[in-house]
């Protein structure tokens, strides 16, 4: 069986050209033989800047790229025809197709209504700041470009419980409509972090839910994607998506897979979520991105011993998915927090050939980000990948024994020939480490396959061997005989 690696297929800087479906279908057979099994779509609906939306600013969730909205057919990243195709080509290479879906909010309304509401602190969202008012809110949404093919559904405020604007007064402010209140199962950041942007969806309203469902169902049935990605899940009622996952599950006849987007780098926060929501939902293990992220910045002061403390896969491996960078996180973003070009290969190492956890490329990290001048981390992370794809097989031993010299062993297993490695880095001063492999491989000899040291450790009858790292680098060493088919260029 292949171990699962998920690919972020988009960053946010992508050329609104309206080519990246197309560009998605045509690497399907190249991401097949980097060891990619899924990849992570961004979202596929016209946002309210049309052409130039990444996705997330949702507009009309039935319109794929089919419909003249928002001045433009196409999205960012082409037509419906184009995506569709796009999910086909990745599914013949047997590779899964993940949607981003995007459910807290819509943005762009087509028309304003008069409705009554209240301001509330921006900082401080149990807060109220003045009496109730009438505001001018745009929160009608009539799609005249469908013309109501799918779906005649016209979206008014009471489908939302907040937005940030009033026409009337010109006014930008946190407003709640009536006397809703907000949801109160969701992140406490900011008192109560219901509300985020746009139109904010009120999931304690019926017919919001009911259209939601009704979407869910029409975006399956058209799309056939194996399992979503949900946007912004702290802002949302926790058990919103028991429900609408478990109709998704219903209508596919299979488990889907689930990673929800939550933003936080407290643990327990992301724990509580998973057992608030069925333990249906896996998600994105944002303390250890953090922890990528200081301990790149650190100047090597980062005790390496806990790179994996207080995250997701220390205490929920199964419910974990990995990831370095992200489009939130790249330079210029909302959430940046950029891990240092340096660390890039530590960071991978540690969520490609490390067991726990689904790990995640970024298209930024594996094509590099032509707009910011950053290039792909290049054949090192080829090599990562080819060595999860090959050898990352066997058992796990860790030797997490050293501040700043840290390293693993992954035993190999008798199906997958030459598989099992040794890994060993640092983030200071080179030295070495006595590591047992498995006695499966006793007197073989191993090699840097990053090329990165050029010793060449011969293991005893055990399976030991002692294996060296130089600074602030990172070595995995490989059988010598399969090392040329995973970029060894030999000892020099």
């Known amino acids: 069986m292949k171990n699962h690696t998920i690919l972020q297929g988009f960053e946010w800087e992508l050329p609104a050209d309206g080519k990246h479906w197309r560009k998605i279908a045509e690497r399907a057979e190249e991401l097949e033989k980097l060891g990619i099994t899924a990849v992570w779509l961004p979202p596929a609906y016209k946002g309210s800047s049309g052409a130039e939306d990444v996705g997330y600013g949702t507009y009309d969730l039935y319109d794929l790229g089919e419909f003249d909205q928002k001045g433009s057919v196409a999205t960012k990243y082409g037509t419906k025809e184009e995506y569709l195709a796009a999910i086909r080509a990745l599914q013949e290479h047997g590779i899964k197709a993940y949607a981003d879906i995007v459910l807290n909010h819509f943005m762009g309304a087509d028309e304003t209504e008069r409705v009554s509401a209240i301001k509330y602190d921006w900082e401080n969202r149990n807060e109220t700041v003045g009496e109730e008012e009438e505001i001018e809110a745009w929160t009608k949404f009539t799609f005249p470009g469908r013309n109501g093919k799918y779906n005649d559904y016209v979206w008014t405020w009471e489908n939302f419980s907040g937005t940030d604007y009033d026409a009337r007064h010109k006014d930008h402010a946190v407003f709640n409509f009536a006397d809703k209140g907000w949801e109160e199962e969701v992140d406490s950041e900011k008192g109560n972090f219901d509300y985020l942007m746009g139109c904010d969806l009120d999931m304690e309203n019926p017919e919001t839910v009911e259209q939601l469902d009704k979407w869910g169902k029409w975006y399956l049935e058209t799309t056939n994607v194996d399992g979503f990605r949900l946007d912004a899940v702290k802002h949302i009622q926790f058990d919103f998506f028991v429900d609408w996952l478990l109709h998704r599950r219903e209508e596919k006849q299979a488990d889907l897979f689930v990673v929800g987007e939550y933003w936080a780098d407290e643990l327990d926060k992301l724990e509580n979520y998973i057992d608030s929501s069925g333990n249906l939902i896996s998600l994105f293990d944002v303390p250890l991105h953090f922890n990528f992220y200081r301990?790149?910045?650190?100047?090597?002061?980062?005790?390496?011993?806990d790179i994996f403390k207080n995250t997701l896969v220390e205490s929920r491996p199964d419910y974990a998915v990995t990831f370095v960078d992200n489009h939130d996180t790249q330079k210029g973003q909302s959430l940046e927090s950029w891990v240092d070009g340096w660390f890039k290969v530590h960071?991978?190492?540690?969520?490609?050939?490390?067991?726990?956890?689904?790990?995640?490329?970024?298209?930024?990290?594996?094509?590099?980000?032509?707009?910011?001048?950053?290039e792909p981390v290049g054949d090192d992370l080829h090599t990562l990948l080819a060595i999860r794809q090959k050898l990352a097989f066997g058992n796990q031993i860790d030797y997490f024994d050293h501040p700043d010299q840290i390293g693993w062993v992954i035993t190999g297993d008798f199906e997958h020939e030459q598989s099992g490695y040794a890994v060993i880095m640092t983030n200071g001063t080179g030295g070495e480490k006595e590591m047992t492999i498995s006695g499966v491989h006793a007197g073989k000899t191993f090699v840097d396959a990053l090329n990165n040291n050029p010793a060449k450790v011969v293991l005893d009858e055990n399976g030991k061997g002692v294996f060296p790292v130089s600074d602030g680098s990172i070595s995995v060493y490989v059988n010598e005989e399969i090392a040329p088919k995973l970029g060894y260029k030999g000892a020099e």
Request: hydrophobic share 45%; no cysteine.
């Open 347 to 374: 960071a991978y190492a540690l969520i490609l050939l490390h067991k726990a956890g689904v790990p995640t490329v970024f298209w930024g990290d594996l094509y590099g980000i032509p707009t910011q001048g950053i």
């Open 295 to 305: 301990a790149s910045t650190s100047m090597g002061s980062f005790d390496m011993r």
